[in-house]
């Protein structure tokens, strides 16, 4: 099956510093979105992305589907932005996400 | 609009024991999907509902494990016999359907199962 791979695995970050994850999948895909799970574990959207890029305040995504990679990246990052952020596809026939392994972002003052 | 609700929030239950979680989608989605999440670790898919039918049940772990959702709408998630390699948070999502965009998928908070 697809395979989801995600880096760095923890990230530390000064509050007002910006930051890259990457997500690499290993075929094509329908579907890509970027989650944030919060502290209390909520999975929040972030962006639906199988392609191109997209902006959304501090953050912004771009997803280059030939390349079989995904970016995310956070401008001035605020300590509200720690926590993990996922990336999933969705390939193939079903509709099921397969999730990476995840970045755990921790923002300090 | 209200996002995806889940009940319980938390449960507690002996080894065993049968539990049913439930799950409320956005209203006016068709797709239904529920995950489990360990600890430290991404969700993995259990199984997909589009409509009633159970269109893909590849991710459930054994025949403990079984879902309904007879109205098209909420869904059950049922567990017989817990083990304590159950205890995990179960996740459902919901999509305005199941291709394109409207694929886009909504997370609810979770119910955190506790096997004892």
């Known amino acids: 099956g697809i395979q989801v791979e995600q880096s760095p695995p923890d990230l530390i970050l000064q509050e007002g510093a910006n930051s890259t994850l990457r997500c690499n999948f290993s075929d094509s895909v329908n579907n890509l979105q970027w989650f944030h799970q919060n502290p209390w574990g909520q999975l929040i959207n972030l962006f639906y992305i199988p392609s191109g890029t997209k902006q959304n305040g501090r953050l912004s995504a771009t997803t280059v589907a030939t390349e079989r990679y995904s970016l995310l990246y956070i401008s001035s990052s605020q300590t509200t932005d720690s926590g993990v952020y996922f990336c999933a596809v969705d390939g193939g026939a079903t509709n099921k996400l397969i999730f990476g392994t995840g970045t755990l972002l921790a923002v300090q003052p | 609009g209200a996002g995806v609700s889940q009940t319980p929030s938390n449960k507690v239950t002996e080894k065993g024991k049968y539990v049913e979680l439930r799950c409320d989608p956005i209203?006016?989605?068709?797709?239904l999907y529920w995950y489990r999440q360990s600890l430290g670790q991404g969700p993995e898919f259990l199984i997909y509902?589009?409509?009633?039918?159970?269109?893909?049940d590849s991710g459930l772990p054994n025949d403990r494990f079984f879902a309904v959702r007879p109205e098209g709408s909420v869904s059950t998630l049922k567990i017989q016999r817990t083990e304590r390699g159950d205890s995990a948070v179960y996740l459902c999502?919901?999509?305005?359907?199941?291709?394109?965009?409207?694929?886009?998928?909504?997370f609810g908070p979770g119910t955190r199962l506790t096997v004892l």
């Open positions: 509902f589009q409509g009633t039918g159970a269109a893909d």
């Open positions: 209203s006016g989605h068709t797709a």
């Open positions: 999502a919901s999509s305005l359907t199941s291709g394109g965009r409207s694929n886009e998928q909504f």
